[in-house]
Nanobody, 114 residues
Framework: QVQIVQSGGGLVHSGGSLRLSCAVSEFTIKGYQMNWYRRAPRKERELVATILSSDNDTNYADSVKGRFTILRDNAKNTVFLQMNSLNPEDTAVYYC???????WGQGTQVTVSS
Protein backbone atom coordinates (compact mmCIF):
# COMPACT_ATOMS: atom_id res chain seq x y z
CA GLN A 1 0.00 0.00 0.00
CA VAL A 2 1.28 3.44 -0.94
CA GLN A 3 2.48 5.44 2.03
CA ILE A 4 3.27 9.14 2.08
CA VAL A 5 5.17 10.55 5.05
CA GLN A 6 5.71 14.27 5.36
CA SER A 7 8.22 16.01 7.59
CA GLY A 8 10.01 19.29 8.04
CA GLY A 9 7.40 21.77 9.18
CA GLY A 10 7.60 23.96 12.24
CA LEU A 11 7.78 27.49 13.54
CA VAL A 12 10.04 30.05 11.90
CA HIS A 13 10.48 33.80 12.02
CA SER A 14 9.58 35.99 9.08
CA GLY A 15 12.37 35.89 6.51
CA GLY A 16 13.42 32.40 7.52
CA SER A 17 13.50 29.14 5.60
CA LEU A 18 12.08 25.65 5.91
CA ARG A 19 12.36 22.52 3.82
CA LEU A 20 9.43 20.14 3.66
CA SER A 21 9.87 16.50 2.70
CA CYS A 22 7.40 14.05 1.23
CA ALA A 23 8.73 10.49 1.29
CA VAL A 24 6.76 7.95 -0.73
CA SER A 25 6.88 4.18 -0.46
CA GLU A 26 5.33 1.42 -2.62
CA PHE A 27 5.08 3.80 -5.58
CA THR A 28 7.89 5.16 -7.74
CA ILE A 29 7.45 8.89 -8.14
CA LYS A 30 9.96 9.29 -10.98
CA GLY A 31 8.20 10.57 -14.10
CA TYR A 32 4.95 11.41 -12.33
CA GLN A 33 3.51 14.78 -11.43
CA MET A 34 3.74 15.68 -7.77
CA ASN A 35 2.05 18.61 -6.06
CA TRP A 36 2.35 20.64 -2.89
CA TYR A 37 -0.83 22.28 -1.61
CA ARG A 38 -1.48 24.40 1.44
CA ARG A 39 -4.53 25.29 3.49
CA ALA A 40 -4.42 28.43 5.57
CA PRO A 41 -6.99 29.22 8.26
CA ARG A 42 -10.21 30.56 6.76
CA LYS A 43 -8.84 30.25 3.22
CA GLU A 44 -9.37 27.91 0.30
CA ARG A 45 -6.85 25.19 -0.42
CA GLU A 46 -4.11 26.53 -2.70
CA LEU A 47 -1.91 24.68 -5.16
CA VAL A 48 1.53 25.96 -4.27
CA ALA A 49 3.94 24.05 -6.49
CA THR A 50 3.96 21.31 -9.10
CA ILE A 51 6.74 19.22 -10.58
CA LEU A 52 5.77 17.52 -13.80
CA SER A 53 7.05 14.31 -15.39
CA SER A 54 10.32 16.04 -16.20
CA ASP A 55 12.26 17.11 -13.12
CA ASN A 56 13.03 20.40 -14.84
CA ASP A 57 9.40 21.28 -15.46
CA THR A 58 7.88 23.06 -12.48
CA ASN A 59 5.05 25.49 -11.81
CA TYR A 60 4.37 27.78 -8.87
CA ALA A 61 1.57 29.89 -7.50
CA ASP A 62 2.22 33.59 -7.96
CA SER A 63 2.22 33.99 -4.19
CA VAL A 64 5.35 31.84 -3.80
CA LYS A 65 7.14 32.28 -7.10
CA GLY A 66 10.78 33.16 -6.61
CA ARG A 67 10.72 32.03 -2.96
CA PHE A 68 9.72 28.35 -3.08
CA THR A 69 11.34 25.53 -5.02
CA ILE A 70 9.95 22.05 -5.60
CA LEU A 71 12.55 19.34 -5.99
CA ARG A 72 12.46 15.61 -6.60
CA ASP A 73 15.09 13.14 -5.46
CA ASN A 74 14.36 9.98 -7.40
CA ALA A 75 16.97 7.96 -5.53
CA LYS A 76 15.20 8.72 -2.25
CA ASN A 77 11.72 8.62 -3.83
CA THR A 78 11.08 11.91 -2.10
CA VAL A 79 9.76 15.32 -3.10
CA PHE A 80 10.89 18.45 -1.29
CA LEU A 81 9.54 21.95 -0.98
CA GLN A 82 12.28 24.45 -0.19
CA MET A 83 10.69 27.58 1.23
CA ASN A 84 12.73 30.75 1.57
CA SER A 85 11.88 34.31 2.59
CA LEU A 86 8.88 33.07 4.52
CA ASN A 87 6.29 35.54 5.73
CA PRO A 88 3.24 35.21 8.00
CA GLU A 89 0.96 34.77 4.97
CA ASP A 90 2.72 31.44 4.33
CA THR A 91 1.35 30.05 7.59
CA ALA A 92 -0.70 26.98 6.66
CA VAL A 93 -0.87 23.23 6.69
CA TYR A 94 1.08 21.94 3.71
CA TYR A 95 0.09 18.75 1.91
CA CYS A 96 1.93 16.56 -0.55
CA UNK A 97 -0.28 15.12 -3.28
CA UNK A 98 0.14 12.43 -5.93
CA UNK A 99 -2.42 13.31 -8.63
CA UNK A 100 -2.32 10.04 -10.55
CA UNK A 101 -3.25 8.16 -7.37
CA UNK A 102 -5.18 11.02 -5.76
CA UNK A 103 -3.29 10.28 -2.56
CA TRP A 104 -2.42 12.85 0.09
CA GLY A 105 0.19 13.18 2.75
CA GLN A 106 -0.84 13.69 6.35
CA GLY A 107 -0.13 17.41 6.30
CA THR A 108 2.62 19.46 7.91
CA GLN A 109 2.06 22.65 9.89
CA VAL A 110 4.17 25.65 8.92
CA THR A 111 3.89 28.71 11.14
CA VAL A 112 5.68 31.96 10.34
CA SER A 113 5.85 34.59 13.07
CA SER A 114 6.21 38.27 12.32
Amino acid sequence: QVQIVQSGGGLVHSGGSLRLSCAVSEFTIKGYQMNWYRRAPRKERELVATILSSDNDTNYADSVKGRFTILRDNAKNTVFLQMNSLNPEDTAVYYCHIPILNRWGQGTQVTVSS
